[in-house]
């Protein structure tokens, strides 16, 4: 064991610090901003938007729920400014421009007034009493420290939260997590000459031995330029996305995974992906769970059942349930096909998000946003998309700017006006009556 001690600066003391700039935390910095509060975002990649951007995830989920804008506000200010920037992509307008969606979240935050720091890992928390002081980041001028009034854990894997001690589930009953998928970009396609693949040619190629590991869920490849096409394809099992060695195998394995599947797309799918190269593969792993908090209230499986409505409510989702299998056999593939195609929505129905799932058990000026909120499962493989983010990091913003009013006490706010303050930027909530 090393004892490491160091004396280091503060270099920064704001209202409201943000931890992580995926949608959910520069849609809660932008918001917050919105309500007049001074914001700091943190981000340890090069550029904001997470997975969208670093992680080369090449198309948004849905926005709407076939009849409603349900992620809007910041959420549909970040997908028109792409378009603005980068056009639509034929025949899908969710599809990402990787280098447009960067701009467009640099712009939104430099015209909220929101200072941000890229390339700076937060590394530590300093808390007591139920409450965080400070975040201690390293950067390439070394150690630092940033305090706050209240913080919003955007990391995606609840670091806040779970370094403060909040309580915290992760996976499974046996704590295995969804397989990560390391995307990619690939440029030569046909577009015109797709075709819609078809099950029996990936199990042509599994009985061909093409795989390493034979892997049934293949989600597939997007169109986003005129000959460009992202590919969210093949899954790294057992990743374990709070594990520095486990994301370093899960990296490496992902990269030679390529190959295969590039032979995959251009011998057995042939037509307009004959030609189709390899581009680049994304600076992150794309992980879909790790941790989620233990909050005020769990979203659980029966609330999707039922449609659930909240007095607490800070947004709708309808995204379906999406967990994807823990390994590659045929039997988690089965059974992740099962619940992918039945625990879904009809056009028009969505599920409410209560305040309460953004608020970690034990902390006082702490809120969650994004995959990790309080959720089981279930509910948390249809919330943690991106449009999903950008919904409850919304919230989390405003609340956190009234939350200042109350000394930091996220529990201390006026939820009507949270409310208020939301349907003021374009939330989508049908249940709240305007005083």
């Not at 603005?84 to 640099?106: H, Q, T």
């Not at 009953?173 to 990936?202: N, Y």
């Not at 486990?246 to 032979?263: F, H, K, P």
């Not at 995959?264 to 794309?286: D, H, P, Q």
Request: net charge neutral; glycine share 12%; aromatic share 8%.
């Amino acid at each position: 064991m090393l004892s490491f001690t160091r004396e280091i600066e503060v270099r920064y003391d704001t209202d409201v610090l943000v931890a992580g700039g995926g949608p959910a935390g520069v849609a809660a910095a932008i918001a917050a901003a919105r309500q007049g509060a001074r914001v700091l975002l943190i981000e340890e990649q090069a550029c904001l938007g997470g997975q969208g951007t670093a992680g080369l995830v090449p198309a948004f989920m849905q926005f709407t729920d076939g009849v409603n804008f349900l992620a809007d506000g910041v959420g549909r200010m970040a997908l028109e400014r792409m378009w603005a920037i980068g056009g639509k992509v034929d025949g899908n307008p969710y599809s990402i421009r990787v280098e447009a969606l960067k701009r467009a979240y640099d712009e939104l935050m430099e015209e909220a007034g929101v200072p941000f720091l890229l390339t700076t890992r937060i590394i530590a928390v300093e808390a007591a009493d139920r409450q965080i002081s400070h975040l201690i980041c390293a950067g390439k001028s070394g150690l630092f420290a940033a305090a706050a009034r209240v913080f919003i854990d955007a990391t995606g894997d609840a670091d806040l939260c779970a370094w403060a001690g909040a309580p915290f589930e992760k996976g499974d009953e046996q704590g295995r997590m969804m397989a990560g998928t390391l995307c990619s970009l690939w440029a030569d396609i046909d577009w015109d000459s797709v075709k819609r693949p078809d099950a029996r040619e990936l199990e042509r190629a599994i009985a061909d031995g093409v795989f390493t590991d034979p892997d049934r869920h293949l989600p597939g490849m997007w169109r986003v330029g005129a000959q460009l096409g992202g590919g969210n394809i093949g899954h790294t099992y057992g990743v374990d996305g709070t594990d520095e060695r486990s994301l370093t195998q899960a990296l490496v394995r992902g990269r030679r995974q390529m190959a295969e599947y590039g032979r995959y797309y251009r011998e057995y799918l042939a037509g307009g992906f004959r030609s189709a190269e390899l581009v680049v593969t994304g600076a992150m792993l794309g992980i879909r769970e790790t941790r989620r908090i233990l909050g005020d209230y769990v979203l659980t499986l029966d609330d999707f059942k039922k449609r659930a409505g909240f007095g607490d409510e800070i947004g709708r989702y309808a995204y379906p349930v999406d967990i994807h299998a823990s390994d590659s056999s045929e039997e988690s593939f089965r059974r992740f096909h099962a619940e992918h195609t039945t625990l879904r929505y009809r056009k028009g129905e969505s599920y409410g998000i209560p305040y309460r799932a953004l608020c970690p058990r034990g902390l006082r000026n702490v809120l969650a946003a994004g995959r990790s909120i309080s959720t089981d499962r279930y509910m948390q493989s249809s919330v943690r998309v991106m449009p999903g983010c950008y919904i409850t990091g919304q919230a989390a913003g405003v609340a956190a700017a009234l939350a200042l009013d109350a000394g930091g006490d996220i529990r201390g706010i006026s939820i009507p006006m949270l409310q208020q303050r939301l349907v003021d930027m374009g939330a989508f909530l049908p249940g709240y009556a305007r005083a």
